[in-house]
């Protein structure tokens, strides 16, 4: 993770501490809950098993989320959440490519994402627009590809087998 940067201004000495990246764990659900409803993005759809979860962690706080959901050799990324106030540090590629990293690990060969805000950030990760129509049958079946993602959200792929690590 790159290293964050902050300027303060106080007359007591502070502390400053890493965010820590862990999987999910049944008790993160709530606060995943929160976090998934300050950044706008769907919660009705999340798996009862968080396993493929990841959480970015300051304190007791939870800052920042990405979650996978496999099928085969293709998966849905999905939750890519930063607390506002995180928001420019560098928490979202680190996310991206923790799930990166745990893809390749669960043998992923391609990404999937639905986004209505972020194709300009995942361009720059090297994915790319595809019509829906293209979509495979199981990405077509999940929740937000049908239903809680509108019909004008962008759909984007991405190919990591054998591609290096970004």
Same mark, same amino acid.
């Given at each position: 993770m790159p290293p964050i940067h902050?300027?303060?201004?106080?007359?007591? +000495?502070?502390?400053?501490?890493q965010p820590t990246l862990a999987v999910a764990q049944a008790s993160d659900r709530s606060a995943l809950i929160h976090l998934l409803d300050e950044a706008k993005l769907p919660t009705d759809d999340l798996p009862l098993e968080l396993h493929a979860f990841l959480l970015y962690r300051l304190d007791d706080q939870l800052v920042g989320s990405v979650g996978l959901q496999q099928w085969s050799s293709?998966?849905?990324?999905?939750?890519?959440?930063?607390?506002?106030? !995180? /928001?420019?540090?560098?928490?979202? $590629?680190?996310? @991206?490519?923790?799930?990166? /990293?745990? *893809?390749? /690990?669960?043998?992923?060969?391609?990404? @999937?994402?639905?986004? $209505? $805000?972020?194709?300009? !950030?995942?361009?720059? /990760?090297? !994915?790319?627009?595809?019509?829906?129509?293209?979509? +495979?049958? *199981?990405?077509r079946q999940t929740a937000q590809f049908g239903s809680l993602c509108p019909s004008t959200a962008v759909v984007m792929t991405k190919r990591i087998r054998g591609m290096p690590p970004s």
């Open positions: 902050f300027l303060l201004l106080t007359k007591e +000495p502070m502390t400053i501490t293709q998966a849905l990324l999905r939750s890519l959440a930063v607390r506002a106030s !995180f /928001q420019g540090m560098g928490l979202g $590629t680190s996310l @991206y490519q923790a799930a990166v /990293q745990l *893809a390749r /690990q669960q043998s992923i060969e391609e990404l @999937y994402l639905i986004t $209505t $805000t972020a194709d300009g !950030f995942f361009a720059r /990760q090297g !994915f790319e627009r595809i019509d829906r129509a293209l979509v +495979p049958e *199981a990405i």
